[in-house]
T-cell receptor
Framework: GAGVSQSPRYKVAKRGQDVALRCDPI?????LFWYQQALGQGPEFLTY????????KSGLPSDRFFAERPEGSVSTLKIQRTQQEDSAVYLC???????????FGSGTQLSVL | RKEVEQDPGPFNVPEGATVAFNCTYS??????FFWYRQDCRKEPKLLMS???SGNEDGRFTAQLNRASQYISLLIRDSKLSDSATYLC???????????FGTGTRLQVFP
């Protein structure tokens, strides 16, 4: 399809388990963003890339969170040693360079038990 | 203080009503402003950009007041299908990074 694709759609993890969330942006979009959205809250910025360069990772909650985009297209958000407070929807979005308008994927709902 | 603040609502209005949402932002250097709409359990989608001179898209009117650092969204002749959460979004100065408010929930009833 032509939109942003995220997988898996749902992920249940046991506390302490590592997880990897994948994002396929719209083809040709230079910028890619990760947001975390808790229930009843707005999306909270985690990190963003321009091509393969990670320009800002100030929103990552701890060093257990790591994101990469090695070839400037697909991105992976990895969370190590998951905790219950990591339970949220993780949204990926992409945009054209400097357009400032984001196209979101459907998100990955992570539940940590 | 959060960078982008909104009244969470909910705003419960009858069909046909006019409703207005406000949003304030803290960074006076912000340059780009948007309203996004998010339906329950769905991803946010761009509703409209907000321009300095104000802009209209059908029943929706957005305005920006740079001096007071607030943005507004006016919805006229509300429809049942307008029920959603409306997110105020501001860019961080000189970057592509967008900061979202917590959202204002609108419920339109028959």
């Amino acid at each position: 399809g032509a939109g942003v694709s995220q997988s898996p759609r749902y992920k249940v993890a046991k506390r302490g388990q590592d997880v990897a969330l994948r994002c396929d942006p719209i083809s040709g979009h230079v910028s890619l963003f990760w947001y975390q959205q808790a229930l009843g809250q707005g999306p909270e910025f985690l990190t963003y890339f321009q091509n393969e360069a990670q320009l800002d990772k100030s929103g990552l909650p701890s060093d257990r969170f790591f994101a990469e985009r090695p070839e400037g297209s697909v991105s992976t958000l990895k969370i190590q040693r998951t905790q219950q407070e990591d339970s949220a929807v993780y949204l990926c979005a992409s945009s054209s360079y400097n357009e400032g308008k984001l196209f979101f994927g459907s998100g990955t709902q992570l539940s940590v038990l | 203080r959060k960078e982008v603040e909104q009244d969470p609502g909910p705003f419960n209005v009858p069909e046909g009503a006019t409703v207005a949402f406000n949003c304030t932002y803290s960074n006076s250097a912000s340059q780009s402003f948007f309203w996004y709409r998010q339906d329950c359990r769905k991803e946010p989608k761009l509703l409209m950009s907000v321009y300095s001179s104000g802009n209209e898209d059908g029943r929706f009117t957005a305005q920006l007041n740079r001096a007071s650092q607030y943005i507004s969204l006016l919805i006229r002749d509300s429809k049942l299908s307008d029920s959603a959460t409306y997110l105020c979004v501001v860019n961080e100065y000189n970057t592509d990074k967008l900061i979202f408010g917590t959202g204002t929930r609108l419920q339109v009833f028959p």
